[in-house]
């Protein structure tokens, strides 16, 4: 492999005003909170599907790999598509997939339809995630931590969300009210088909303008020290991945198990430890923009292993105010590492975003598939004590370059 720099084509700085550009982002904030809250409501139904059609562990694993392993396949894909040629109508097409399988798993009555139906809601996501994030970025005015932060706490908080409404709406009526969701997706679909106008708008001026040399960004590293400084954000994601799913999709089941909590508590309790990641989510991207990416990554990833340590032998008050902590540092990471990962690879924003995203739902859906397996042969504490350590694969951290220091060096 060479040891040449990657290049990049030049990133043009976007345009219009900052009111605008405010507001496409807050569009696309609420766009990701409905399009995660709806996503969310699939491992909300987990002890439901499981009751009613008598699933044992590793099935309902099998549903969260339906879901997430859909979108982590695409999205890469949709995203070097979209860096060559740019589909801004992309979005409402992509959320219009959700709501399909939204009223697919409402009518479910086996578990082939509730994978297909899983899977389309991955398919949604799989377009949606890498072109909005394409799109914040555009918006950004070169605060990029700070938007993709904006970005990443709708979907957050659309995640805490979810599991809530599970409780005091699914839960109580059973299956089919979740086709009251739809409405969600219907919004959503209205939100970003003005979003798509703006995209295209924006396009459009770009190209009577030829680009503009402003904004341009240029890759600082050799070919092989990006690409080695790739692999240690995709173990860094692993890290993150895998521990919060088995959390977002075995919280409950553990509760249920250790406590004796019924199914309302034990999504309560989720949700407050999701609640706690959509906070941290926000966090992460602005204190980068300030203090550099590099020491985000390091907080968020290694900070939270006294934490995870302690949470299975804690009792059902600790349990609770240990996965806050968690939540909080953890999910700070991300909006780090996708901006890191950008800016490793300008003129990649789709390509990036996607492979990122991508990664993040697959190791998840991979994570959710093994942890119900390791349940089922084991126990659900022994799940939780061995994810524990996974935290500790943040010390990789310490072989990221310093792309900061290295470009303000040039």
């Known amino acids: ?132 994030s394409r799109v914040a970025r555009m918006a950004s005015g070169g605060r990029h931590g700070f938007a993709q932060s904006l970005f990443q706490v709708g979907g957050s908080t659309g995640s805490a969300i979810g599991p809530l409404l599970a409780a005091f709406i699914v839960v109580p009526r059973g299956q089919g009210s979740v086709a009251w969701f739809s409405a969600a997706a ?12 703006w995209y295209s708008r924006h396009l459009s001026e770009r190209r009577s303008s030829g680009g503009s040399a402003r904004g341009a960004a240029y890759a600082v590293l050799s070919r092989r020290k990006v690409m080695f400084a790739i692999a240690i954000l995709v173990a860094l994601l692993f890290s993150k991945n895998v521990y919060t799913s088995s959390l977002s999709s075995y919280y409950t089941f553990y509760l249920i198990h250790k406590f004796g909590l019924s199914v309302q508590d034990a999504q309560i309790h989720l949700f407050v430890f999701l609640g706690a990641v959509a906070a941290g989510t926000f966090a992460g991207g602005p204190i980068g923009d300030r203090f550099g990416r590099k020491p985000v990554i390091w907080f968020s ?36 590492i996708l901006v890191y990962a950008q800016d490793l690879l300008p003129g990649r924003v789709g390509t990036v975003a996607g492979m990122f995203f991508g990664f993040s739902f697959g190791l998840g859906g991979l994570g959710a598939a093994a942890l119900g397996q390791i349940a089922d042969w084991t126990s659900i504490e022994t799940v939780y004590r061995l994810c524990s350590f996974l935290p500790l694969i943040g010390l990789l951290t310490a072989f990221l370059p310093n792309i900061e220091q290295t470009r303000r060096a040039r």
């Open 186 to 197: 219907l919004l959503a679909i209205l939100l970003l088909s003005n979003v798509s106008l």
């Open 301 to 336: 990833i290694v900070g939270a292993f006294p934490f995870a340590l302690a949470l299975p032998y804690a009792n059902l008050f600790w349990t609770g105010i240990l996965s806050v902590a968690i939540g909080l540092i953890l999910a700070s990471a991300f909006s780090a």
């Open 1 to 132: 492999m060479s040891d040449k720099a990657i290049t990049a084509r030049p990133v043009a700085a976007p345009a219009g005003s900052e009111t605008t550009t405010f507001a496409i982002l807050v569009s696309l904030s609420v766009c990701h909170l409905l399009n995660d809250m709806n996503q969310s409501l699939v491992p909300a139904l987990y002890p439901i599907l499981k009751e009613t059609y008598r699933l044992d562990f590793g099935q309902i694993g099998l549903i969260a790999l339906a879901s997430q392993l859909t979108a982590s396949m695409l999205q890469p894909v949709v995203g070097m598509v979209t860096d060559r040629r740019p589909q801004p109508y992309s979005l409402p097409i992509a959320m219009g997939c959700s709501l399909i399988g939204l009223l697919l798993l409402a009518v479910a009555g086996n578990y082939p339809t509730i994978l297909l139906a899983a899977a389309l809601v991955g398919v949604g996501s799989s377009v949606f995630h890498p072109e909005s």
